[in-house]
């Protein structure tokens, strides 16, 4: 299913927005971008479309300011801006929320369990440099490891990503880890 197009804003361009922040955004700066290209989204719809599952969630993450903790912000991946786009294009052509709830969830979901995947190596990396336990044979032979689960992992979420466009059609392209 082909959506019209609603926006200058090219695929190439979204992926490089998506690749440049993989921590992902804070509502405000996906608004912001989003302002940048003339189009105008209230922040009320945008939670609206969260609440309904038409968006992912934000993760909290934590906040440092020269080395202390000053709070949590909320991050969304940067493709929400993509979801956001395929939205406007999809309300426009006449769907309902419901129906388009129904053909994004896969790649909302599938986008959910890239990042999920993307803290978890994170987290492994960050732990495997940080145990001095470890001689650095054994670190290296760990890193390898996870580097290889983590292509295991990509090519999980491309195979998902196909998939989900053979079964729906979606133009959505989902993020990998």
Request: glycine share 6%; net charge positive; with cysteine.
């Amino acid at each position: 299913m082909s959506t019209p197009a609603i926006s200058k804003v090219t695929s190439a361009q979204l992926t490089a927005l998506e690749e440049k922040h993989p921590e992902g955004l804070t509502l405000a700066q996906i608004l912001g971008c989003l302002e940048h290209e003339g189009i105008h989204i209230a922040v009320a719809t945008f939670r609206k479309y969260v609440q309904r599952g038409l968006l992912p969630q934000s993760q909290l993450v934590r906040r440092e300011n020269g080395g202390m903790h000053s709070g949590s912000q909320g991050l969304y991946p940067a493709t929400a801006i993509r979801y956001l786009l395929e939205i406007r294009a999809r309300r426009s052509a006449g769907e309902t929320l419901a129906k388009i709830r129904q053909n994004m969830r896969a790649a909302i979901l599938q986008d959910a369990l890239g990042r999920r995947f993307a803290n978890v190596w994170r987290a492994l990396q960050a732990e495997i440099a940080g145990r001095r336990d470890l001689n650095s044979r054994s670190r290296h032979t760990h890193l390898q490891e996870l580097a290889a689960l983590a292509e295991k992992a990509q090519a999980l979420m491309a195979h998902l990503a196909r998939l989900t466009q053979t079964i729906q059609g979606s133009t959505i392209h989902p993020s990998s880890p």
